[in-house]
């Protein structure tokens, strides 16, 4: 298993390299990486990503700190694929060294620690389910 960092990936990024970016939608909807190719998969929806990725590329996986893409590249392993990285330190490293990234301030999350991040901004369904 390949593990390479965040500034090894945003290298390769700058190539013919994809990022699979496996972190749940909210986190997404927050911050993003900022690069030429990123695809989005949802670690939960893993059973997906043989459907999603090209298998002729070579892909960086990646999540917010490099727990999941381990597994996810397993999985992938057992699938068939060979060409893949895991980024370690995940989304937090690439953030923490100044690489490009894509935020919405209105996407917000707050939490205790990064496995608690929720959305800071409730919706009118999310105020509606609370009430009840």
Known sequence: MLHISAKEAYVLSQKDITIVDLRPEHEVAHKSFDVPQLIRCPYLLIENLPILLPQD????????????????????????????????????????????????????????????LKPMRKTRKQTLNNTI
């Open 57 to 116: 590329k070579p892909l960086i996986i990646a999540d917010a700190v490099g727990i999941h893409s381990k597994e996810a590249m397993l999985f992938l392993f057992e699938k068939g694929y060979t060409n893949i990285a895991n980024l370690a330190g995940g989304f937090v490293d690439w953030e923490r060294e100044g690489f490009p990234i894509r935020t919405n301030s209105k996407e917000a999350l707050s939490g205790p620690c990064l496995c608690m």
